[in-house]
């Protein structure tokens, strides 16, 4: 079995540690562990029989539900998606036929293949790991050119102010903001472009229910742009893309308010304890990440860091090679539960 490129492949795992997948504690994918909500669940088991019937295609009430938690927007505001790798194709797709798409680097895989497949002129971008610096991005208005971004930042988990994206806005034909971990942040600190979208018609903010909610596998996201732009690309798109299981999960989550308290709570006291731990270890350097994962620099080869942990203790980090400009001396891992985050600084401290 070859190597995965994503994080979460407990198959690929679970062959190299010599045990079930159901043993691997998975430190690989950014997902909740408080999840998935027993309201999604709920939701899933009561709706079951829609099964027997194809979802609206237009997804008239997702749609109502998602813009109710992004207030005054309305429905035409938004359009749900088979998650949010699905949207980025058709963002991908715009960007393509823009002059040039500027893409910060290191950059989560998909938007390569995304961008790829309509053979989009890409301009990287690299980013210092630690500090927002995009001086390269300083170019003058021009409407031909597009821009990708993500925030907060995957695998660095650095977090732009708002403030910083808005020169973009006004200088770039298309901003493309890829905000899957945005939710993990609390409130009072989030940085989302959503209260902008009316004001710049060149915004498209890219949303997932899979990270915070837990529900990789139910394939479920949304976009938030202009209702122009969403008609083209529902036109675009296969119908039906969201089943109506996650049509049910969706609006079952986004009402869930105890669930969303849980997480910020948890992440609150976990990301720390888990930053400090690996901090304590010779050899390791973690970066504070705004998100629910740590990006680490490590002075040993994260390869066989990785096989190790995997062979000895059934644990499974994410390996950074699919990210170029890191290759194999950063790793990332989600925060886990407390229990679960002392088990792999635990287990890193004998390693090392
Ligand atoms: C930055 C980023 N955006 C988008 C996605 C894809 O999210 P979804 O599961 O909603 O397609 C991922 C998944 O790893 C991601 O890391």
């Not at 795992?13 to 027993?38: E, Q, Y």
């Not at 009430?61 to 980025?88: F, R």
């Not at 597009?146 to 770039?172: A, C, D, R, Y």
């Not at 350097?285 to 990006?295: C, D, E, H, K, V």
Request: hydrophobic share 45%; charged share 20%.
């Amino acid at each position: 079995m070859t190597k995965p490129v994503h994080g979460g492949n407990l198959a690929w795992a679970a062959t190299i540690a010599g045990c079930p997948t159901s043993a691997i504690i998975d430190f690989s994918a950014s997902i909740n562990p408080l999840g998935p909500p027993n309201s999604a669940l709920q939701a899933i088991q009561s709706n079951i029989n829609q099964l027997r019937a194809y979802p609206d295609p237009s997804y008239q009430e997702l749609k109502k539900a998602i813009s109710l938690t992004h207030p005054p927007l309305t429905p035409e505001w938004v359009l749900p998606g088979n998650g949010a790798a699905e949207l980025l194709t058709w963002a991908a797709l715009e960007l393509s036929k823009l002059e040039t798409t500027y893409l910060l680097v290191p950059a989560f895989s998909d938007y390569w293949r995304a961008l790829k497949t309509f053979a989009a002129n890409v301009v990287e971008c690299p980013l210092e790991i630690g500090e927002w610096k995009l001086e390269q991005l300083a170019i003058k208005s021009d409407i031909s050119k597009g821009l990708l971004l993500n925030n907060p930042h995957n695998p660095t988990g650095m977090l732009m102010e708002l403030e910083s994206i808005v020169p973009f806005l006004e200088k770039f034909g298309l901003v493309v903001v890829d905000e899957a971990f945005m939710d993990f942040l609390p409130p009072p600190q989030l940085e989302s472009l959503i209260p902008l979208v009316t004001k710049f018609d060149n915004l498209v903010i890219l949303r997932s229910l899979t990270k915070f909610y837990s529900l990789p596998g139910l394939r479920i996201g949304y976009v938030i742009s202009h209702p122009e732009r969403l008609r083209k690309w529902e036109k675009w798109r296969d119908p039906w893309s969201v089943n109506s299981l996650a049509i049910a999960a969706a609006q079952a989550v986004l009402e869930d308010k105890v669930f969303q308290e849980q997480t910020w709570n948890w992440l609150s006291k976990a990301c720390p304890q888990l930053f400090q731990g690996l901090a304590e270890l010779p050899g390791l350097q973690p970066y504070s990440g705004a998100a629910n994962f740590l990006l680490v620099k490590s002075e040993k080869s994260v390869d066989q860091l990785q096989i190790k942990l995997l062979k000895e203790y059934q644990i499974l980090i994410r390996d950074c090679l699919s990210f170029a400009e890191l290759g194999d001396r950063y790793f990332r891992v989600a925060v886990r539960t407390q229990e679960e985050n002392q088990k792999l600084i635990d287990a890193l401290a004998k390693i090392l």
